[in-house]
């Protein structure tokens, strides 16, 4: 059985955090923000570490009704291919990485794109969270064809 699925994000644009570190605030107000929105089957929010800024940023998908917060960015995503594998949430994510990243290998029609960043993603409802005491996260490894 496979435990690594690929996922297409599509060009898009995203409202941005921009930079920051839970507990300045920034990423809470974020949080905050686009919680409001209602839940969608498909994820919208996507959470990366931009390791040149030493902090993270979170995306959400933009749609031109939005009201969007003076201190968040819109940008635009350029989008394609991840594999995506699933874990606990603040834990070592290396077990994870490391599945997506034999999955890769084996499958010899895909490589790594490390032109963009890998991404993270909690798909967990809260009352499950709630229910099992943790969140899992779905780890996005971008990909292409070769």
Do not use: H
Not at 83 to 106: L, R
Request: aromatic content about 16%; glycine content about 8%.
């Amino acid at each position: 059985m496979e435990c690594v699925r690929i996922y297409e994000i599509p060009a898009c644009k995203m409202v941005s955090s921009q930079c920051g570190m839970f507990g300045d605030g920034k990423l809470e107000r974020f949080d905050e923000w686009f919680s409001a929105f209602p839940k969608t089957i498909s994820p919208r929010d996507f959470l990366w570490y931009d390791s040149e800024r030493g902090g993270f940023v979170w995306y959400y998908m933009y749609s031109e009704d939005m009201k969007v917060p003076e201190d968040f960015d819109i940008i635009d995503f350029l989008g394609g291919l991840y594999a995506v594998a699933t874990d606990i949430d603040g834990q070592d994510n290396k077990d994870a990485i490391n599945n997506i990243k034999e999955f890769i290998k084996e499958k010899g029609c895909f490589e790594e794109d490390t032109s963009r960043a890998q991404l993270g993603n909690i798909p967990t409802p809260p009352s499950v969270g709630k229910a099992m005491g943790y969140n899992q996260m779905d780890y996005y490894v971008p990909i292409r064809i070769i």
